[in-house]
C-alpha cells in the first residue's frame, strides 16, 4: 500500500493506494502527519484495508501533494555518497554532514519548481527520503532507529549552487531553502513494505539520464542516520530526512544547470517516479 495526499495545495485530502485502487481515509484521520503516524495511523489504515471497510475514492485528474503535510523539520544529508563527494571537489565526510531546509520548501512531486531570481546554477538532487513515525530521542543503536521509521517517499533536493557555496558565508541553506525547492512523494511507502538498503535511484533532464546508483553506496545507511541525528537533537513524527545524493548533478560539470522549461524526472525502485518542470521565479 502507499499512502498519498491529493487536492489542490493547502486543501489535500488523505488516501491509501492499494494496487490500481484508491481509498478514503477521512473515516480514520483528517490527514496524513505527525499526529497520525505517533498514533500508528499506518498499522489502522492496514487493519481497515484488510477488513474491507474503506471507501473507494477517484482520484484521476486530480493533483498530488507531498505525502506527509508540512513536517516540523527537513533534515538533510550532504555528501552521503562518496562519488558525489568526489564529483563536488571534497573527500568523503567521516560524520554525517547535516544542513537544513525550511519546511515551506517541500511541495507535491508534480508541481513545477521555480528557479529563483538571479539564478544561474539551479541543479537537481535525487534523495532517498525517510519519514519519522515516533518521537526519537538518544537511541541506544541503529538497529533500533529503524522502529522509528514511518515510510519512504522520493525527494528532490533542488540547489542553487553559487547560492549554497558562492554566496553562502559558510552555510549551505540560502542555496537549498527558495521556494518550492523540496518536491516529495509521489507517496510514502510504509517502512514494513520497503527495504532501504539497495534501492536503485534515478534522475533524469528533459529525458536524458543523469544519475544512476544506488542506496547500498550509501556512506551512512538509513539506520545510522536516524540514530546519529538522534544524539544531537529531537525527532518528531512527521519530520523529513533527506538522506543524499549520488554523482551525476551538475556541479560535477558534466552537465548544464536548470533552465525554464527544464523537465526534471526522478524515480527510486519501489517508491515510483516524479515529474517537476522548472519555471522562473
Not at 481515509?25 to 489502522?44: H, M, Q, Y
Not at 516540523?72 to 563536488?88: D, K, L, R, T
Not at 529503524?146 to 525527494?155: C, D, E, F, R
Not at 553562502?168 to 540560502?174: A, E, L, N, P, T
Request: net charge negative; charged share 20%.
Amino acid at each position: 500500500m502507499k499512502l498519498q495526499r491529493v487536492g489542490a495545495a493547502g486543501a489535500e485530502r488523505p488516501v491509501v493506494v492499494d494496487g490500481e485502487q484508491a481509498y478514503d481515509l477521512s473515516p480514520l484521520t483528517r490527514d496524513i502527519d505527525g499526529e497520525f503516524l505517533a498514533a500508528d495511523g499506518i498499522s489502522a489504515v492496514a487493519a481497515a484495508l484488510a477488513a474491507g471497510t474503506l471507501s473507494p475514492a477517484d482520484i484521476s485528474g486530480e493533483r498530488i501533494g507531498a505525502p506527509i503535510a508540512r513536517p516540523q523539520a527537513v533534515w538533510c544529508i550532504g555528501m552521503n555518497y562518496a562519488a558525489h563527494a568526489a564529483e563536488s571537489g571534497s573527500e568523503p565526510p567521516k560524520i554525517p554532514v547535516l544542513f537544513f531546509k525550511t519546511p515551506n520548501t517541500v511541495v507535491g512531486p508534480y508541481d513545477d519548481v521555480l528557479i529563483p531570481r538571479g539564478s544561474a546554477k539551479t541543479d537537481w538532487e535525487v534523495e532517498l527520503a525517510v519519514v519519522i513515525g515516533a518521537r526519537a530521542r538518544y537511541l541506544d543503536s541503529p538497529e533500533e532507529a529503524m522502529k522509528y521509521v514511518a515510510g519512504y517517499a522520493i525527494s528532490n533536493d533542488v540547489s542553487e549552487r553559487a547560492f549554497q557555496l558562492e554566496q553562502s558565508g559558510g552555510q549551505w541553506s540560502k542555496g537549498k531553502c527558495c521556494e518550492t525547492f523540496n518536491p516529495l512523494g509521489p507517496a510514502l511507502v510504509p517502512a514494513s513494505e520497503l527495504n532501504p538498503k539497495d534501492l536503485r535511484l534515478r534522475s533524469f533532464v528533459n529525458g536524458e539520464p543523469r544519475q544512476d546508483s544506488t542506496t547500498a553506496d550509501l556512506i551512512f545507511d538509513v539506520a545510522y542516520l536516524v540514530w546519529h541525528l538522534s544524539q544531537y537533537a529531537v525527532l518528531e513524527p512527521g519530520d523529513v530526512i533527506n538522506t543524499g545524493t549520488p554523482e551525476g548533478v551538475a556541479l560535477s560539470g558534466r552537465f548544464p544547470y536548470l533552465r525554464p522549461g527544464d523537465v526534471v524526472e526522478l524515480e527510486i525502485e519501489g517508491i515510483g517516479r516524479m515529474r517537476q518542470t522548472f519555471r522562473a521565479a
